[in-house]
């Protein structure tokens, strides 16, 4: 798994890239908790790269959404791929993350 | 199986309990198909190697010790198969001591070495398991019906010298030869068939070495070409009673760790009870092999997608939980599911795969690895309890992905129970119950002055969103009622299946509708959304398919400009 980070406007943008699994969860988890720790609190998870997300993933994900919850925060998700947004949906996660079809559709609305 | 890594696991030597001066090297590896564990045993007549391997690293690993102890105090060689599958024995085939055939000697039961010398690749599963061998010279048939008995003096080129005798009924009343190599330890060699013809307990001192016996009825091992219900059972009941009688202290099988004696009793009944229950299994040959392995990768696609849902949602509770401040209830409801587990076990099935893929792909391994994944995710989920907080139709199809999987792997058909119905109805009845929820408000209400049963509610509530809550569902059926024959609960899943693909990439419109076409009744789900996962991923088209046919029908796709559209065909009746 590969993730790139980017600042546009003061939100951060983290593309990933490949599989979410046992192994890359913890590495997105480090990424996530790395720009809180900096202060950056928008936080859009791009996902048009990633074709798979195990339990594991859904629980980093959920731990986000926690630690992003105060007035200001934003977190949310863009660009699923349909077998990654079909766990969202069937799993609920689709009623607690903002998801959004695309990059510029996300940060147009925050 | 899960794969090995090629690397021993308990390698030492150890004094071989009953056995004066003998000694023995226990060389056991992770469990897979490859290659089965290797012993090494040393008495003052001879040195005595029991499954050389499938692997030539472990062969040559094991002829760097045989070389240590023959430079301390040279003796001769023989080498004892447990039976004559090329993951005993093929790796010896690439050390360089096979180009002189006559250093080594080789003892086979009659039948498997016959197979050897041969080179039948069926008997030996080289075919199986893609492991190509050369025949070899096997100087010592054992169980041999030509030998002079009551004892026979025998001498090998490379200055073994042993005296066989034979006993036709044996300890515990099996066929035995009682080998003496000399003033020392003698071995005793029990002839077991049912894994296979040739298969062969070997007992030295308080050690018995039993091969592949104690599998011999798990799923995908049972039913390999010579495996015999009759003689196993048989088989399993002797060496139980050889045990019971006492004089053996630890059984050292092909494959896994040696086993106590008193754990060996214990496991011998539970054994030959599921030998029993495999009649008229089908054979696993290479064909039925690679349909299973084909089953196994369909089964586990959908397996890794319902697991990791179901996962999910438990996690989705216990987040919303956690925001009403009710942690205390999600507490209780994470238990119910091993995340971490799923997560590893899906993981290693994954690695696996595409490490055949990108290697010598061999379906028995795939079968046997997926058969060892599904039974380990079998204990990761209670699935008396899940259905109370979770869709119940996510628990019962996960079970049932799993069920019908060992049920192929033991060679037998997944059920189907097909019974006459009007699919209108049950159609309906479906569709219904994907989209009414399963708590209703009042129930919610009525809860609220007994904490447990609130707690179970509001679970049930919030675990348990009906899958159709948010899409516009039109059902269209003709009047009359569509009889057909098919099994309904296959329909259910099928229908449940078709309709998540849907909704789960996006549609939020689906139109369903049931029709009278010459023979047959047709259903139609059509939605609004992009195309399904069923048609991107091979894999799960085919698990669909195969799922229509053990309904008693077929599926069929249309793209109707640019929205997908399901077709479920069965004869009416």
Same mark, same amino acid.
């Given at each position: 798994m590969d993730i790139k980070a980017a600042n546009r406007d003061g939100n951060t943008i983290l593309s990933v890239n490949g599989r979410i699994d046992t192994l890359t969860a913890p590495e997105l988890e480090q990424a996530i908790n790395t720009e809180i720790v900096r202060g950056n609190k928008k936080i859009l998870l791009v996902?048009?790269?990633?074709?798979y997300i195990s339990s594991g993933g859904l629980r980093v994900l959920l731990a986000t959404a926690k630690k992003l919850k105060n007035p200001g925060d934003k977190f949310g998700i863009c660009g699923l791929q349909p077998e990654v947004l079909k766990v969202f949906r069937l799993a609920g996660f689709t009623s607690i993350f903002s998801i959004y079809p695309s990059e510029g559709e996300a940060l147009a609305t925050w | 199986m899960p794969p090995g890594?090629?690397?021993?696991?308990s390698v030492q030597w150890e004094p071989v309990p009953g056995a004066p001066g003998a000694a023995f090297y226990p060389l056991i590896?992770?469990?897979?198909?490859v290659s089965s564990n290797s012993y090494l045993i040393t008495t003052p007549d001879v040195i005595i190697l029991i499954d050389p391997g499938g692997l030539p690293e472990q062969a040559a690993h094991l002829f760097g010790v045989i070389g240590m102890c023959q430079a301390r105090d040279a003796r001769p060689l023989i080498i004892f198969l447990?039976?004559?599958?090329?993951?005993?024995?093929?790796?010896?085939?690439?050390?360089?001591?096979?180009?002189?055939?006559?250093t080594l000697v080789f003892a086979v039961e009659q039948s498997g070495a016959y197979a050897i010398e041969s080179g039948d690749t069926t008997v030996t599963q080289s075919d199986l398991m893609q492991a190509p061998f050369f025949p070899m010279k096997v100087h010592l048939h054992l169980f041999s019906r030509e030998r002079a008995y009551p004892s026979e003096d025998m001498s090998f080129p490379n200055g073994a010298r042993i005296t066989i005798t034979r006993d036709q009924?044996?300890?515990?009343g099996l066929p035995c030869e009682r080998i003496v190599f000399g003033p020392g330890p003698a071995l005793t060699v029990y002839h077991t068939?049912?894994?296979?013809?040739d298969s062969m307990c070997l007992q030295m001192g308080e050690l018995l070495f039993t091969g592949d016996l104690l599998f011999a009825a798990s799923p995908g091992i049972? @039913?390999?070409?010579?495996?015999s219900q009759e003689t196993l059972i048989n088989s399993l009941g002797a060496v139980e009673t050889l045990i019971a009688n @006492?004089?053996?202290?630890l059984v050292c099988p092909g494959h896994g760790r040696a086993i106590p004696a008193a754990d060996a009793l214990r496991m011998l009944p539970a054994v030959r009870a599921d030998a029993r229950n495999l009649v008229n299994i089908a054979e696993m040959e290479p064909d039925r092999a690679a349909r299973t392995a084909a089953f196994a990768g369909d089964c586990m696609e959908q397996v890794n997608e319902i697991f990791t849902i179901m996962s999910g949602r438990l996690q989705y509770v216990s987040f919303i939980l956690d925001e009403l401040g009710e942690s205390g209830i999600a507490d209780k409801s994470s238990?119910?599911?091993r995340g971490d587990m799923i997560d590893e076990l899906l993981e290693a099935f994954h690695n696996f795969a595409e490490e055949q893929r990108k290697g010598l792909d061999v379906p028995i391994h795939r079968v046997l690895k997926a058969g060892q994944v599904i039974a380990k995710l079998e204990r990761t989920f209670n699935r008396d309890e899940l259905p109370a907080i979770i869709d119940p139709s996510l628990v019962r199809r996960a079970g049932r992905l799993l069920s019908d999987y060992t049920t192929m792997l033991r060679g037998f058909t997944p059920p189907s129970e097909c019974s006459d119905c009007d699919l209108n109805t049950l159609t309906e009845s479906v569709v219904t119950g994907l989209s009414v929820?399963?708590?209703t408000d009042d129930e919610v209400l009525s809860s609220a002055d007994d904490d447990a049963a609130f707690s179970r509610i509001l679970l049930a509530r919030i675990g348990t969103?009906?899958?159709?809550?948010?899409v516009e569902v039109t059902v269209l059926s003709e009047g009359d009622p569509l009889q057909v024959c098919i099994d309904r609960e296959h329909f259910t899943d099928l229908l449940t299946y078709i309709l998540e693909d849907l909704v789960g990439t996006g549609a939020d419109r689906i139109e369903i509708s049931t029709r009278h076409t010459g023979r047959n009744a047709i259903v139609t789900v059509a939605g609004?959304?992009?195309?399904p996962g069923a048609l991107r991923e091979r894999r799960t088209w085919r698990f669909l398919q195969g799922l229509a046919e053990r309904t008693g029908g077929s599926l069929t796709f249309h793209d109707l400009e640019g929205n997908p559209q399901f077709e479920f065909i069965a004869p009416a009746v």
């Amino acid at each position: 798994m590969d993730i790139k980070a980017a600042n546009r406007d003061g939100n951060t943008i983290l593309s990933v890239n490949g599989r979410i699994d046992t192994l890359t969860a913890p590495e997105l988890e480090q990424a996530i908790n790395t720009e809180i720790v900096r202060g950056n609190k928008k936080i859009l998870l791009v996902f048009s790269g990633v074709s798979y997300i195990s339990s594991g993933g859904l629980r980093v994900l959920l731990a986000t959404a926690k630690k992003l919850k105060n007035p200001g925060d934003k977190f949310g998700i863009c660009g699923l791929q349909p077998e990654v947004l079909k766990v969202f949906r069937l799993a609920g996660f689709t009623s607690i993350f903002s998801i959004y079809p695309s990059e510029g559709e996300a940060l147009a609305t925050w | 199986m899960p794969p090995g890594d090629g690397q021993p696991d308990s390698v030492q030597w150890e004094p071989v309990p009953g056995a004066p001066g003998a000694a023995f090297y226990p060389l056991i590896r992770k469990i897979d198909a490859v290659s089965s564990n290797s012993y090494l045993i040393t008495t003052p007549d001879v040195i005595i190697l029991i499954d050389p391997g499938g692997l030539p690293e472990q062969a040559a690993h094991l002829f760097g010790v045989i070389g240590m102890c023959q430079a301390r105090d040279a003796r001769p060689l023989i080498i004892f198969l447990t039976h004559a599958h090329t993951d005993h024995f093929v790796g010896i085939q690439a050390d360089p001591a096979c180009a002189h055939p006559d250093t080594l000697v080789f003892a086979v039961e009659q039948s498997g070495a016959y197979a050897i010398e041969s080179g039948d690749t069926t008997v030996t599963q080289s075919d199986l398991m893609q492991a190509p061998f050369f025949p070899m010279k096997v100087h010592l048939h054992l169980f041999s019906r030509e030998r002079a008995y009551p004892s026979e003096d025998m001498s090998f080129p490379n200055g073994a010298r042993i005296t066989i005798t034979r006993d036709q009924t044996g300890a515990a009343g099996l066929p035995c030869e009682r080998i003496v190599f000399g003033p020392g330890p003698a071995l005793t060699v029990y002839h077991t068939p049912g894994h296979s013809p040739d298969s062969m307990c070997l007992q030295m001192g308080e050690l018995l070495f039993t091969g592949d016996l104690l599998f011999a009825a798990s799923p995908g091992i049972a @039913g390999v070409t010579g495996w015999s219900q009759e003689t196993l059972i048989n088989s399993l009941g002797a060496v139980e009673t050889l045990i019971a009688n @006492g004089g053996i202290r630890l059984v050292c099988p092909g494959h896994g760790r040696a086993i106590p004696a008193a754990d060996a009793l214990r496991m011998l009944p539970a054994v030959r009870a599921d030998a029993r229950n495999l009649v008229n299994i089908a054979e696993m040959e290479p064909d039925r092999a690679a349909r299973t392995a084909a089953f196994a990768g369909d089964c586990m696609e959908q397996v890794n997608e319902i697991f990791t849902i179901m996962s999910g949602r438990l996690q989705y509770v216990s987040f919303i939980l956690d925001e009403l401040g009710e942690s205390g209830i999600a507490d209780k409801s994470s238990t119910l599911i091993r995340g971490d587990m799923i997560d590893e076990l899906l993981e290693a099935f994954h690695n696996f795969a595409e490490e055949q893929r990108k290697g010598l792909d061999v379906p028995i391994h795939r079968v046997l690895k997926a058969g060892q994944v599904i039974a380990k995710l079998e204990r990761t989920f209670n699935r008396d309890e899940l259905p109370a907080i979770i869709d119940p139709s996510l628990v019962r199809r996960a079970g049932r992905l799993l069920s019908d999987y060992t049920t192929m792997l033991r060679g037998f058909t997944p059920p189907s129970e097909c019974s006459d119905c009007d699919l209108n109805t049950l159609t309906e009845s479906v569709v219904t119950g994907l989209s009414v929820p399963p708590i209703t408000d009042d129930e919610v209400l009525s809860s609220a002055d007994d904490d447990a049963a609130f707690s179970r509610i509001l679970l049930a509530r919030i675990g348990t969103p009906p899958l159709l809550a948010d899409v516009e569902v039109t059902v269209l059926s003709e009047g009359d009622p569509l009889q057909v024959c098919i099994d309904r609960e296959h329909f259910t899943d099928l229908l449940t299946y078709i309709l998540e693909d849907l909704v789960g990439t996006g549609a939020d419109r689906i139109e369903i509708s049931t029709r009278h076409t010459g023979r047959n009744a047709i259903v139609t789900v059509a939605g609004n959304g992009p195309s399904p996962g069923a048609l991107r991923e091979r894999r799960t088209w085919r698990f669909l398919q195969g799922l229509a046919e053990r309904t008693g029908g077929s599926l069929t796709f249309h793209d109707l400009e640019g929205n997908p559209q399901f077709e479920f065909i069965a004869p009416a009746v």
